[in-house]
């Protein structure tokens, strides 16, 4: 049984433009149209319950099962906080965050714990027996939570990883084990 999947990163937000610990906001204007022009299909749609991820799933097209696997981060007390201002009343709360990945100075979830909810759900997938093609629309900290797990990379690497709104991940797993797969360039290259 052989799965496939691919995971995209929700469309932007206010808080992304303001680089700010995410609450539940929900897409920019700007946002929900370029989310639109890039359809994705699949027999089976997951998506976070966060309202940027149900928009940028419907955007797309898909009908998602809402997957609370998928959540973004929780970011505690910093929830809606811009990261400058953060920086500003808790600058070794931010550096021991950035520098220890099982660091959870604002009261919520580790980049560990996160690593590990999702390395959990994708293992989860074969448990269940799932197989065929799947989309699941997310966060970039569950996609690079996802990344970490899939290239057995230490968790520190999770701040390595770049994943902008509406980036696409896709990855295939066949007897539980999973891969990054590279994909086409949209356009031949020069």
């Known amino acids: 049984m052989t799965i496939r999947l691919t995971l995209v990163c929700h469309g932007p937000t206010v808080a992304l433009s303001r680089a700010s610990f995410p609450a539940d906001e929900p ?8 989310a639109g022009h890039g359809g994705e299909s699949a027999a089976t749609a997951w998506c976070s319950p966060a309202a940027a991820a149900r928009e940028t799933a419907a ?6 099962s809402i997957e609370p696997a998928l959540r973004d981060c929780d970011y505690g007390r910093w929830r809606g906080r811009g990261l400058a201002e953060v920086q500003a009343a808790e600058p070794e709360a931010i550096r021991d965050w950035l520098t220890d990945p099982a660091a959870r100075p604002h009261g919520g979830e580790s980049i560990v714990d996160l690593i590990e909810r999702t390395g959990d759900w994708l293992a989860g997938l074969w448990r269940d027996s ?61």
Do not use: K, M, Y
Not at 59 to 64: F, Q, T
Not at 161 to 178: I, K
């Open 130 to 190: 799932f197989h065929g093609r799947a989309v699941a629309v997310t966060h970039a900290a569950v996609i690079r939570a996802a990344l970490v797990n899939v290239l057995a990379a230490p968790p520190a690497s999770f701040w390595r990883v770049d994943v902008p709104p509406l980036a696409r991940v896709r990855l295939t797993a066949h007897h539980g084990r999973w891969q990054l797969r590279a994909t086409e360039p949209d356009r031949p290259p020069v």
């Open 59 to 64: 955007a797309l097209g898909l009908d998602p």
């Open 27 to 34: 897409l920019t204007e700007r946002g929900g149209q370029a």
